[in-house]
């Protein structure tokens, strides 16, 4: 069974996009467009990605893909990409790409099938990521801690998870960023 994994970056104040839905302030970080090893590694266990429509908005416009979708798979890969959304979004040629709407339960058979047993990504959306944990889906966060604040913007994930559901599993310091990994637990019945 696939593990369904939050990472993600925030501002030190708990923010992942601006007001404004951009993530300008993360690429401003010296450093953040460096992935290192350790991404490379996580990546290579993906085997599905799921984000919100913001920040699928935001990378398609931000990165010009539906001008230049050769660099999408630069990115991503090849791996199938389920993008949650309410309204109609332009895809990006080539890109394997599946909107979907409603409950995330409603699509985690087919999401938990196309990993073929590896890890699905939660990319962004920190209230798709609490979807994932309200419904008993989330089984990690890692989130990577920038040296960066904002006055405002959206939230990293907006629910209350307390130490009932989260265990710090590990601490570490990569380039200008704190790494924290979380494990969550099932929901107290």
Request: proline residues 7%.
């Amino acid at each position: 069974m696939p593990r369904v994994i939050f990472y993600t970056a925030t501002t030190l104040n708990g923010f992942l996009a601006d007001a404004d839905d951009s993530l300008d302030w993360l690429f401003a970080v010296p450093g953040a467009d460096d992935g290192g090893d350790g991404f490379t590694r996580f990546l290579d266990g993906v085997g599905v990605l799921v984000q919100g429509s913001s920040t699928y908005e935001w990378v398609v416009a931000h990165e010009d893909l539906i001008a230049h979708p050769e660099k999408w798979p630069g990115y991503y890969g090849d791996r199938p990409t389920w993008v949650f959304t309410t309204r109609s979004l332009p895809a990006v040629p080539g890109a394997d790409l599946r909107f979907a709407s409603g409950p995330v339960a409603h699509h985690w058979p087919a999401i938990r099938d196309a990993a073929g047993g590896r890890d699905v990504w939660v990319v962004s959306g920190g209230d798709l990521a609490g979807q994932f944990a309200d419904a008993g889906l989330l089984d990690e966060i890692r989130v990577s801690v920038a040296p960066a604040t904002l006055r405002g913007g959206k939230p990293l994930l907006p629910r209350t998870l307390g130490a009932d559901r989260l265990k710090l599993e590990s601490v570490r310091q990569g380039g200008p960023f704190a790494e924290l990994t979380y494990s969550v637990g099932p929901i107290a019945t």
